[in-house]
């Protein structure tokens, strides 16, 4: 990777990748598209809807980008509240990528997630090939995605890379219409009001990680020796699995009068019901030598410190 163009980049993962990406590589290698302006972004930006081809083609290929990482994308809940925009963004877009990236020999990256399982994936301890019959939209993307990538990958030869993240927790930017979402929020409201009102059921269990293990996570992979990757693409990964309750006693340790309440959203309840309680990351280990470094406390007492400070300041 040495010029790297990314999709999404004002989204949850991308606008934290960016500034990774431009620590490691050089700001001026690091191109940052989306659709929506930026506001006061350091280094190259270009506005670009992923369902414009030509105009995703021009940019990569006018900036000699030897790298895509396609991480446009509607979450679960929002696509299931639009699932007809959901299949054109989130399909058409990664076509769109797959085939700029094809056209102009670009090594790509994009994420699947916890979503491609589905009701009938065995729930604990999710093997990394299993059986994936996902119910919602947006797993149905992911699914048809990662096929799309291995597709490339055994008809053209591009070098197709991916993870499925769990939930991503981070104290810079928000998901927004995710169904994990409860798992950044409540820090956001620990700190503003000490109390917290969980749409997700209490002993549901899902995986997540911190953000800086993710944006680890693909920097290793695609630096990865390609001789070594037997799957290359949906590789699981995850760092820990909680439930609310488990987080509000977390938080506790930090802010000891925290109250946590339920009123549980029934879609959003669905989407996670259908999703693994947590998943095997031994093929991500084995292959590239995949580590999270943060647990649930770890990540609590990081989350906490940070907002803090951000909150004092907006
Ligand atoms: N965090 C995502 C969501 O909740 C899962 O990939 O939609």
Redesign the pocket.
């Known amino acids: 990777m040495k010029r790297i163009m990314i999709t999404g980049a004002l989204g949850?993962i991308g606008s934290e990748l960016v500034e990774k990406l431009r620590n490691i590589y050089g700001q001026d290698n690091v191109l940052a598209t989306d659709i929506r302006p930026a506001q006061d972004m350091q280094g190259p930006f270009e506005l670009l809807d992923v369902t414009d081809a030509q105009r995703m083609h021009d940019l990569a290929k006018d900036f000699g980008a030897d790298t895509m990482m396609h991480m446009a994308a509607l979450?679960?809940?929002?696509?299931e509240e639009k699932p007809l925009l959901a299949w054109n963004l989130n399909m058409g877009g990664l076509v769109n990528a797959l085939e700029a990236s094809r056209e102009l020999e670009m090594q790509f990256f994009t994420?699947?997630?916890?979503?491609a399982f589905g009701p009938s994936t065995p729930k604990k301890n999710t093997p990394q090939d299993t059986l994936q019959r996902p119910t919602t939209m947006?797993g149905v993307n992911?699914v048809a995605g990662e096929l799309l990538c291995d597709y490339y990958f055994q008809k053209f030869g591009l070098d197709t890379r991916g993870v499925?993240?769990?939930?991503?927790i981070s104290y810079v930017a928000q998901?927004g219409?995710?169904?994990?979402?409860y798992a950044v929020d409540i820090y956001y409201k620990a700190i503003e009001q000490k109390r917290y009102t969980s749409y997700i059921a209490k002993g549901t269990y899902?995986d997540m990680m911190y953000m800086p293990d993710a944006l680890q996570s693909i920097v290793d992979l695609m630096e990865a020796d390609p001789s070594k990757l037997e799957h290359r693409n949906a590789f699981n990964v995850t760092a820990m699995s909680f439930e609310p309750d488990e987080i509000a006693a977390s938080i506790r340790k930090h802010i000891p009068d925290f109250q946590m309440s339920y009123d549980v959203d029934p879609i959003?309840q669905g989407?996670a019901d259908s999703?693994p309680d947590n998943i095997d990351a031994s093929a991500a280990e084995k292959e590239w030598g995949f580590k999270a470094a943060y647990d649930l406390d770890s990540m609590t007492a990081d989350m906490l410190e940070k907002l803090k400070k951000k909150l004092v300041t907006v």
Request: glycine share 14%; aromatic share 10%; no cysteine.
């Open positions: 949850q979450l679960s809940a929002t696509a994420p699947s997630s916890i979503g947006y992911k499925r993240f769990p939930g991503l998901p219409g995710g169904t994990t979402d899902m959003r989407i999703w």
